[in-house]
Structure formats: C-alpha cells, structure tokens
C-alpha cells in the first residue's frame, strides 16, 4: 500500500496563504508525476496543478497566478504554496502519484482546506 502523506490545510481567511506537502515514497516519488487535484462538496475532482511529464507544470485556470506547486528531490516531497485564497479554494485537496506508462495512480488521503472569515 503506497502511503502519499500530505500535511499543512485548515482554515484560513480570504486573501491568506496556506502550504501542502506531500511525502512520497521515494521509489514512487522518483518515477511517478506528482500533482494536487481538489474536491468541493457536491463536485467533481479536479486538477489543481501538476507536473508534467516533461517537468513542466500545469495549472487550472482559477488558481494561476496564486497557486504554485513545486518539489523537493531529497524529501521526496512535493508543494502547493497557496496565496490569495478564495471561498471558492475551499476543498479536500489530494497529492497524487501517476505513471500511465506502469498503470500506477496513487492518491493520498485527502486534507482540508477552508477559506473563510
């Protein structure tokens, strides 16, 4: 069982930040592209950011410019430094592993986050 361990939501007021991180194993770390979906209540799961295959990374539309995501090769941890939250931002976000080509799909327990005076 892959064990995607993320840390650092709550609550926090609109215009505030917040950091996710998420420890991966480092065999999955090293071969897998990371990213963070999120899920509102009564949505779907979406992406928020991720790396590409390439190294490049992507985001959605409502969180350019606000949200960033990096990574940490000797921690084996991935990032989602998120600035001038939203009500909107608030969700379950979830750190996920992937690699098509080895048909693995990991995704962490999930951790929330609320933006809200």
């Known amino acids: 069982q892959v064990q995607l361990v993320e840390s650092g939501g709550g609550l926090v007021q609109p215009g505030g930040s917040l950091r996710l991180s998420c420890a991966a194993p480092?065999?999955?770390?090293?071969?897998?592209?990371m990213g963070w979906y999120r899920q509102a209540p009564g949505k779907q799961r979406e992406l928020v950011a991720a790396f590409t295959g390439g190294g490049s990374t992507n985001y959605a539309d409502s969180v350019k410019g606000r949200f960033t995501i990096s990574r940490d090769n000797l921690r084996n941890t991935v990032y989602l430094q998120m600035n001038s939250l939203k009500p909107e931002d608030t969700a379950v976000y979830y750190c996920n592993a992937r690699n098509p080509i080895l048909a693995e799909n990991y995704w962490g327990q999930g951790i929330q986050v609320t933006v809200s005076v």
């Open positions: 480092g065999r999955i770390f090293g071969r897998n592209v």
